[in-house]
């Protein structure tokens, strides 16, 4: 249980290094909504600017943080658990369910079940270590550009990827947002906060949407479904907990759309590397490159364009291309979390990132002490 920031990311961390262990990440879901983001930020910057009184200012911030529970924009935090629900390692459409309320009880109550039941003591052994491998980092990394989430995560996933025993690189991720369509849109990336976020379609409708187009990988999660689980939406039948599909159709196309008619045609922090750079030069007959913004025209927004059509087209070949864009990740270093510490080490990339190069072991396993053939 952890949400801000560096926490979940240090948590996730912490438990792949335990990868025989089962672990599900429990969020806490974020506070209703209180004064728009918009006002907030007006407040805040006629007090910079000398305009407002310190009464004032806490005024707006109480009014903005007043309850239990994250932050209502979408920052570090809440961008944790969209990407932990992408890795499949917290329960379907748990992210952005308010606390205090029965639905979010019912959750946290349904994930101590679960983790009972993936213990090798339960009935359906599922540790962390099998869970997390290339394509759940892909998945992470896919969902953040989606929807707009934190850059912070161009960090720590990078972390969080070694710690699973995978090299996850900028280059990776740019790949990733040159072939992912931004489908969201919360503020500080709009205006809409998180909970309306929610009430729009939210994580379920966002993942239906990149699951049906391909740029999703289904992988096996903590619930037996798999990741289509992840595109329904929890709620309690007389009080016990159930879920639904996603709304076929989004309830504000202003906050959420469809991959078919996104906002953008790429994904938040897309940069072309040196290598993709490279294609696009070829792509645009050696024209000098200029950013793609609003308002540019003429031969410089062309240029742009086609570098960037020629950034998807690369990065989409790779993914289709063996399944994955991180499959290369597989020769360059040893193994998921799991199969490192089955061997009593620590997999660690080698010089210039060659695989085989494994650091001391930090610690030897303990024997499950009644013996359960399933446990490491």
Known sequence: MGICD???????????????LPALFVPAGPMPAGIPNKKKAEVRERYAAGEATREELLEVEAQSYHAAGTCTFYGTANSNKVLLEAMGVQLPGSSFINPGTPLRTALDEEAVRRVLRMSALGDDYRPLGQLIDERAIVNAVVALMATGGSTN???????????????????????????????????????????RFQAAGGVPFVFRELLDAGLMHDLRTVVPEGMRAFTREPRLDNGTLASA??????????????????????GVACACSAATSAVADQAVGGQARAPLRRGAGGGGRRA???????????????????????????????????????????AEPGPQGRAGHRRPPLRRLRQDPRGDPRHP
């Open 6 to 20: 560096k926490i979940v990311p240090g948590l996730l961390i912490g438990a792949l290094a335990f990868g025989h």
């Open 153 to 195: 995560h161009t960090i720590h996933w990078i972390a969080v990827a070694r710690a699973a025993g995978v090299v996850l690189t900028w280059d990776d991720m740019d790949q990733i947002s040159q072939a992912v369509p931004l489908l969201a849109r919360v503020y500080p990336n709009g205006e809409a906060d998180v909970n």
């Open 304 to 346: 742009a364009e086609a570098q960037q059509a020629a950034c998807r087209r690369r990065a989409a070949e790779g993914f289709r291309r063996g399944g994955d864009l991180l499959g290369s990740a597989r020769q360059r270093h040893a193994g998921t979390a799991l199969a490192g510490a089955a061997a009593g080490h620590a």
């Open 245 to 266: 599909p996603a709304v076929a159709v989004s309830a504000d196309d202003s906050v959420v759309r469809t991959a078919a008619a996104p906002f953008e045609a790429q």
